[in-house]
């Protein structure tokens, strides 16, 4: 069994500061001050987030909002296309570089996704790269090989990463439920169906993959007050907030 991995519980807070904990702790995994991480968290208030390369966007999102609180706009510093953040759970996960292709480390961090799922009686499947999805705005309207989809095609769980010399950090956002009418007003498509499981319960399963795949013990800890003074001192240019 490889050392221990940090698993920080479930955070919820905004996309701003969100975005913050994943720099940050990718920063720190680098300079070897924390060893691979894993942790889960979701978005409030309801937030858009970008790829760190999509540069446009409808210019109506700015103008959205949900239960009377405008909808952020926040860019990842992972790729990949828009998520609307309602409703969907999310996951970072930090640790070396895999050898071989970008495809490859794909896969083997999908794993312990694939696993988790299938332990809730789920099975999921890659998607297929296709020339579609550079030229759409939302994530989950089209798939890509690292996308993991279900039996009916259904596209349930979007990944994207950000590769440094040392470090991999994935990023993934897994579709539960939508409200259908912000979604439709952001993405002008029918949101995903309804998936009826506990967040918690599927935290559970997939911590237990992880462990399982990676070969690992996850050591749960949250972030500590030190911690959260550095994250909060971040510079903003970092965060690259579209708008708020």
Known sequence: MSDSWLYIPLLEADGKLQMSIDSY????????????ILRFYTWSPVAISLGCHQYQYPEHWQQIS?????VDIVK??????????????????????????????????????????????VDLS?????????????????????????????????NAQLRRKKATLQQGSISLYSDRDLYHSVFQQEAPPALN????????HLVSAAEICFQ?????????????????????????????
């Not at 499981?197 to 559970?204: A, C, M, V």
């Open 197 to 204: 499981i506990p967040i918690e319960k599927l935290i559970e």
């Open 76 to 121: 990842r510093p992972t790729g990949g296309r828009a998520v609307l953040h309602q409703g969907d759970l999310c996951y970072s996960l930090i640790t070396s570089n895999t050898p071989g292709s970008f495809r490859q480390g794909y896969m083997k961090i999908c794993q312990f996704l694939l696993e988790g799922w299938r332990s809730l009686g």
């Open 25 to 36: 702790l990718l920063e720190q995994f680098e300079s070897q001050q924390l060893p691979s």
């Open 66 to 70: 949900y239960q009377g609180v405008t």
């Open 216 to 244: 690992t013990q996850l050591v749960k800890q949250s972030l500590q007050d030190e911690q959260w003074e550095k994250i909060l001192r971040r510079n903003d240019d970092k965060l690259h907030i579209v708008n708020s």
């Open 126 to 158: 890659y998607g297929e790269d296709t020339k579609s999805y550079a030229h759409n705005t939302a994530c989950f309207s089209s798939s890509s090989s690292a996308d993991l989809l279900d039996h009916m095609g259904i596209k349930r769980i979007g």
